[in-house]
């Protein structure tokens, strides 16, 4: 079955940076766009980054563009989100996703807060 799993969250300082990873498995990867999306406590869930199936092309959110690159190793199944300049309001958990034909999967998700 298809099985996605979050790791990398984590408590950082403000202006600190964090690699969030996301390892795939049950369908084959390579042949698929993924996502990044996060949700904040009392908020909807956020897209943030998406990578096509090959990683030649990237979409931001407005609010991390400059900030936050997604990439994915089809070799290793997993796709990953760099982190930089993190601020307060980065503050969520963060989800990857896999839309295939007949549904959209999600994982566990991974708790990221910046803190002092």
């Known amino acids: 079955q298809v099985k996605l799993v979050e790791s990398g969250g984590g408590l950082v300082q403000p202006g600190g940076s964090l690699r969030l990873s996301c390892e795939a498995s049950?369908?084959?990867?390579?042949?698929?766009?993924m996502r990044w999306y996060r949700q904040a406590p009392g908020k909807e869930r956020e897209l943030v980054a998406t990578i096509t199936a090959f990683g030649g092309s990237t979409n931001y959110a407005d609010s991390v563009k400059g900030r936050f690159t997604i990439s994915r190793d089809n070799a290793k199944n997993t796709v990953y989100l760099q982190m930089n300049s993190l601020k307060a309001e980065d503050t969520a958990v963060y989800f990857c996703s896999a839309r295939l034909p007949l549904a959209e999967y999600w994982g566990q998700g991974t708790q990221v807060t910046v803190s002092f």
């Open positions: 049950g369908f084959t990867f390579r042949n698929y766009a």
